[in-house]
């Protein structure tokens, strides 16, 4: 998605040759414009198969998941908590993630409500690097006897195993802007 690698290059800034930092258009300030014409494309790009509902991860994922339901016809999202928190009192389904870019390991959960046995689920989420949340996620989805229809990411490092780990195991990725590799501290992108 040639608006979204713009918005990377002119506003990304990457650390250390490691860490991609976007949190200026996307991970605490959003850019409205830009989220909708991402869920516009996640909508084209998953249009030949049947979803009932997306999920994703707090938090960044939650304004993406958002604009592709409303692009996809206003399908219900849900999303996992990182955190215990005292609201959650019923039954939940829980997966064990790693974190990059936090370098820790938390408990995502979602509550048994939300899910329903029979469901075809669109994951979305922000990054793509190892893909321990996005398999966390297919654990917790496969625990409520549901499907996965596909995982869309707005961002990928393809220079990480996250997307080898997936297609490996048979999911279909879909990614709006693929980096093959930082060099200099710039974003290389993989066409």
Do not use: C, H
């Given at each position: 998605m040639e608006e979204l690698k713009n918005r990377i290059l002119q506003d990304g800034l990457i650390i250390d040759n490691r860490i991609l930092k976007v949190d200026?258009?996307?991970?605490?300030?959003?850019?409205?414009?830009?989220?909708?014409?991402m869920g516009r494309e996640f909508a084209k790009r998953f249009a030949d198969c049947p979803i009932d509902r997306i999920v994703t991860i707090e938090s960044s994922g939650i304004a993406i998941?958002?604009?592709?339901?409303l692009?996809?016809?206003?399908?219900?999202?849900v999303f996992a908590r990182k955190k215990k928190s005292l609201l959650m009192q019923d039954a939940v389904y829980t997966a064990s993630i790693?974190?990059?870019?936090?370098?820790?390991?938390?408990v995502a959960s979602i509550s048994k409500s939300y899910l329903h046995a029979g469901e075809r689920v669109l994951?979305?989420?922000?990054?793509?690097?190892?893909?321990?949340?996005?398999?966390?996620?297919?654990?917790?989805?496969?625990?409520?006897?549901c499907s996965l229809a596909g995982i869309g990411i707005v961002i990928e490092k393809s220079f990480q195993p996250?997307?080898?780990r997936l297609e490996a195991?048979?999911?279909?990725?879909?990614?709006?802007a693929r980096i093959a590799e930082f060099r200099d501290n710039k974003p290389v992108f993989k066409e």
């Open positions: 200026n258009f996307l991970n605490q300030q959003i850019d409205p414009a830009l989220v909708l014409n998941a958002l604009a592709a339901s692009a996809m016809g206003n399908l219900p999202v790693y974190s990059y870019t936090k370098e820790e390991t938390y994951i979305i989420d922000d990054f793509l690097a190892s893909g321990a949340a996005a398999v966390g996620l297919v654990d917790i989805i496969t625990q409520a006897g996250g997307r080898s195991l048979g999911y279909r990725v879909e990614s709006l």
